[in-house]
Nanobody, 118 residues
Framework: QVQLVESGGGLVQAGGSLRLSCAAS????????IGWLRQAPGKEREFVAS???????NYQDAVKGRFTISRDNARNTVYLQMNILKPEDTAVYYC????????????WGQGTQVTVSS
C-alpha cells in the first residue's frame, strides 16, 4: 500500500498563495489517482482536486481558476498550488490515493493545516 505525507501548510493572508506537497512511498505511484480533500471545523470533508497518472485533473467548482494540482511521477509527489486564497479555504488538507476504477480513497496522509486570515 502507498503511504502519503503532506507538507506545506501554514498561515497566510487572504489573497496569498501556498503550495502543498504530497510525497508517496511504498506503492506503485503511477497506478493511483491522487486527490486533495479538506475538512473545515464543524464541516464534512470535501473534495478539492484530483489527478490521474496521465495528468487528467478534476476540481471542485469553488477552487477552479485558483488552485492547480500537478504531479511528478518521477518524484512520486503531487502538488496543490493554491492562489488567491480566501478565509473559506481554511481547513485541514489531506492527500489521498485511490486505484483507477474505484471510487473510495483507500490511503490517506495525516493532513496539513491551512489557515487564511482576513
Amino acid at each position: 500500500q502507498v503511504q502519503l505525507v503532506e507538507s506545506g501548510g501554514g498561515l497566510v493572508q487572504a489573497g496569498g498563495s501556498l503550495r502543498l506537497s504530497c510525497a508517496a512511498s511504498g506503492g506503485t505511484f503511477s497506478t493511483y489517482i491522487i486527490g486533495w480533500l479538506r475538512q473545515a471545523p464543524g464541516k464534512e470533508r470535501e473534495f478539492v482536486a484530483s489527478i490521474y497518472s496521465s495528468g487528467f485533473t478534476n476540481y471542485q467548482d469553488a477552487v477552479k481558476g485558483r488552485f492547480t494540482i500537478s504531479r511528478d511521477n518521477a518524484r512520486n509527489t503531487v502538488y496543490l498550488q493554491m492562489n488567491i486564497l480566501k478565509p473559506e479555504d481554511t481547513a485541514v488538507y489531506y492527500c489521498a490515493a485511490r486505484r483507477v476504477g474505484t471510487s473510495d480513497y483507500e490511503n490517506w496522509g495525516q493532513g496539513t493545516q491551512v489557515t487564511v486570515s482576513s
